[in-house]
């Protein structure tokens, strides 16, 4: 065979190194520490999955991932802080369906979470469970319907921030009641406002209301998962008294736009392993998560519908973006 002309051997050569740097790229990833950006404050179910999630990966890279608590504007500048950070693999960010309400309710200027991230992968949901002051008398969930369509104006619910009125202005949607909102600033204020019986109902995450819910000051209804959850063994499913009800926060893995495909692969691939370790499932079970991956295309199918389901609400006049 006669060699090629110099010039073909420098093609080859140069087409040859264009397709080994993706490999080197991939063999090397990561070569110093990663950064996981969490648009919420430390000590809460969001934080806490992503450090559980960083230590495991932090084994199994043997490279630091650092947990960054980026808190303030309902998570938008967090959120911001990913999408501006450099697209190298070394920026990752940990969010929840806040990103598709903020989309409708708060946006932001800056960046649309549907095309300034890249969703990795999905790792799990919170249910919720449904329950109400022991003084309100009733004892199931189509109970409950009942006495707040009879009794319109006289139930109550408190929220923080706009996942909670999501949570219950769907309850309301489906149900056909007009259960009212009262904002607070803090869940503990909740909570205090619960118990004293000032407000009556919540549809809340379990963590918020599991010890006032063991102890009896407060009543649970139902769970919104398929099953009895972990924390709440003796409560049942919603079931068929809401069939439609589908109220879950979920936890996804992002980077910003245009990193490297070996990269995304990477920690997609890693967050699978680790989900699957039993320090990590048992760690997530005890802060409310139920670990669930799913693919980069599961994680962008779950944002579009809770958008769109949120974008119904507000049509309907349920919900109002900014209030």
């Known amino acids: ?72 504007a309902e998570g938008n500048i967090g959120t911001e802080a990913a999408v501006r950070s450099p697209p190298d693999g070394y920026t990752l960010y940990f969010g929840t369906n806040t990103l598709s309400i903020n989309r409708v309710m708060a946006p932001s200027p800056a960046f649309d979470p549907l095309k300034d ?95 006032f819910i063991h102890s009896g ?8 998962s398929d099953r009895p959850l972990p924390g709440l063994p003796d409560v049942r499913p919603i079931g068929a008294a809401l069939p439609n009800l589908k109220v879950a926060t979920w936890y996804g893995m992002y980077a910003p736009l245009k990193t490297p495909t070996d990269a995304l692969a990477k920690v997609s691939a890693d967050l699978a392993w680790a989900i699957e370790q039993p320090d990590v499932l048992s760690g997530l079970e005890k802060v409310g998560v139920i670990a669930r ?7 962008r ?9 949120v974008e119904e609400l507000v049509r309907r006049g349920v919900m109002k973006p900014g209030s």
């Not at 000051?217 to 919104?224: D, P, S």
């Open 1 to 72: 065979m006669r060699p090629l002309p110099r010039p073909g051997r420098r093609a080859l050569l140069a087409a040859a190194g264009a397709l080994a740097l993706p490999l080197a790229h991939a063999q090397s990833y990561p070569s110093r520490p990663v950064r996981v950006i969490v648009p919420f404050g430390v000590g809460g179910n969001t934080d806490a999955a992503a450090r559980l999630l960083g230590a495991k990966l932090t084994e199994r890279w043997r490279q630091q991932v650092v947990v960054e608590n980026r808190t303030g």
């Open 117 to 211: 991230l890249e969703p990795i992968a999905l790792i799990g949901t919170t249910e919720f469970v449904l329950g109400v002051h022991p003084d309100v008398p009733v004892t199931t969930t189509a109970e409950l319907i009942q006495y707040a369509r009879a009794n319109p104006d006289k139930l109550r619910y408190g929220a923080t921030s706009f996942q909670g009125v999501f949570a219950m202005e769907q309850f309301n949607a489906l149900a056909g009641t007009r259960i009212e909102r009262v904002q607070y600033r803090a869940m503990s204020n909740v909570q205090v406002d619960l118990l004293a019986g000032r407000i009556e109902v919540f549809l809340t995450t379990p963590a918020s209301v599991a010890q």
């Open 217 to 224: 000051r407060l009543r649970a209804l139902g769970v919104t």
């Open 293 to 299: 991956f799913g693919s980069a295309d599961a994680l």
């Open 301 to 309: 199918s779950v944002m579009t519908k809770d958008v769109e389901t």
